[in-house]
């Protein structure tokens, strides 16, 4: 054990062995989160409805704030934001839906 500038105690060893166990590293860093309101959306709809909405957020060609009036006209309830943030799941400042 070592004590740090900042009276902190460290232990060198435990850190070593915590970083060496990289399984234990790459499950943390995949594990998921939340899903967001783009995937709380699509529970709540039928599956082939769901299947067909996925395909049209999926499509980049698509503009995220026509995705969301669409689909606001049909009782749903989205922005486009998170629409947009569906899109980058996986990424940085994307959602944590699996994808």
Partial sequence: MVTSKRNVTVDPKGLLAALSNTETLIAATN??????KVGLLLETMPESTAT????????????????ATVINSYGYNIRAENINRHRKRG?????????
Avoid: E, H, S
Wanted: glycine share 20%.
């Fill in 31 to 36: 594990r998921g989160g939340m899903k967001c």
């Fill in 52 to 67: 067909t909405v996925r395909k049209t957020i999926n499509n980049p060609n698509i503009a995220g704030t026509t995705l």
């Fill in 91 to 99: 990424t940085g400042g994307g959602c944590r839906c699996p994808q």
